[in-house]
DNA sequence: CGATCATTCAAACGTTTGTTTGAATTTCCG
DNA sequence: CGGAAATTCAAACAAACGTTTGAATGATCG
């Protein structure tokens, strides 16, 4: 397996297994990940369709692929974004903003040079997190976990009274608002009720995401006790 | 076939009918809609294969009326929230706090009486605003039109300093925060490192979510200028 | 009861799915 | 060049898909 990669490499660097890569994350993108079918797949990579079980294995196999080459190289940056800023920092603590902007700076760089390239990726990441197809539940977790940790550190250090259950649920919140606000403009659109000038330009929606998710995290705690809930009668 | 319909009523008020609506809902939750087959579903709802056909036309029917069963009331129940919130408040604007509830609370509401059902429907339609299914992209801005102008309504009168575009975002980032929220926890044990306690609480998601919106709500507008990033040579 | 409708059922329809095969083709290196 | 390895290709595979059919069953009312 290994010799056959290297050969691989070696020999024609295979463009074929390239383009299947590219178009498998726009089509999984497009339309799922169940809706794709290698048939579009292959077509769309003029590829044959044999070439996905040569290169890959099986669909699954491509799937894995797919995120494991971008994933593990945007986290990594995520978690050296943090390094540099917390060794500029000297030991300090960071503003709850630096930690956002590490955690999205890596994530939407990519984006204009490629030509929407990494654009592709992230709204495929996206909707990653609620597609339940069996494979990526047991591949998102191995990717992230060094990025939850390493960033949950640095957020027990900026808030010092923030009680680690509620840092958990933030950064929980925090995790949803970036899926879904990167993820695209699909669902924007749902909701937009005027058209926003700034919808496709990834550092404005960096300028605007940072100090509102750097808010709810600073944001007082709540206070525990029975939920009100206002009914016909009597309003709160 | 209104004639059809009201003999169903009539006749057996079909028990087969609401078993495929539940089993489809379920479903389609666990593994999305492409992946769900008819067989499973009528497996599941113990109905013959050809019930889906009879009962709605088409598999895509079908999830057309699982959404719509569920979108409207809970929808309307929410604009009925704001409403009574504003009625109670004699004209004075609202807290952003209680516009957040007013979004929140009706969807969680049914969650503990039919034994998650509700829960159910929930993180099917956190699922929806990602999946690409081309039905689903003509359901839910219908669904949610009325909810989203009421309430931007709201939202400005009780934020009368923030723009237009920016008070869209924050709606937006909203959004995000809660499909994904009350979407489940599925992605929340990826990034969990320890077990919440209050996973499964909804009383609880509410009273941190609301905090923690109302917060990004009232952030200080970003500043506009060219996005810092920073490099490996000189850290901000 | 008998007629009439709604509903269920097993079976089959034609497509499309992911995967496999074995031969043809290309690429590489001695 | 020539042989070996890597890659492509058209064709076929069984399995699963959504949908349709026509007869069997059930309920309803004059």
Not at 27 to 53: D, P, Q, W
Not at 118 to 146: C, K, M, N, V, W
Request: net charge positive; proline share 5%.
């Amino acid at each position: 397996m290994d010799r056959l990669k290297k050969n691989v490499a070696i020999r024609s660097e295979s463009r074929t297994r390239e383009r299947l890569l590219q178009a498998a994350e726009s089509m999984f993108m497009e339309h799922g990940y169940a809706a794709t079918s290698l048939r579009g797949i292959t077509a769309r990579a003029k590829a044959n369709l044999a070439a996905v079980s040569y290169h890959f294995g099986s669909k699954e196999a491509l799937i894995r692929e797919v995120f494991e080459r971008r994933l593990g190289p945007l986290n990594s940056a995520r978690v050296a974004y943090l390094d540099r800023l917390e060794l500029a920092a000297r030991g300090k603590p960071l503003a709850v903003e630096r930690l956002v902007e590490a955690m999205l700076v890596p994530a939407l760089q990519g984006t204009q040079d490629p030509l929407a390239r990494g654009t592709t990726f992230l709204r495929l990441l996206g909707r990653a997190f609620s597609e339940p197809a069996d494979h990526l539940r047991e591949i998102l977790p191995a990717q992230y976990r060094q990025v939850v940790i390493r960033f949950k550190q640095a957020f027990a250090r900026s808030l010092p009274d923030m009680p680690d259950q509620e840092l958990t649920w933030r950064m929980h919140f925090m995790f949803g608002t970036l899926s879904y606000s990167l993820a695209g403009n699909d669902a924007l659109k749902l909701i937009a009720t005027c058209n926003l000038e700034d919808a496709d330009d990834a550092d404005a929606v960096i300028r605007r995401l940072i100090p509102f998710l750097a808010a709810g995290f600073r944001a007082p705690l709540p206070d525990m006790q029975p939920a009100r809930v206002v009914s016909g009668r009597k309003a709160a």
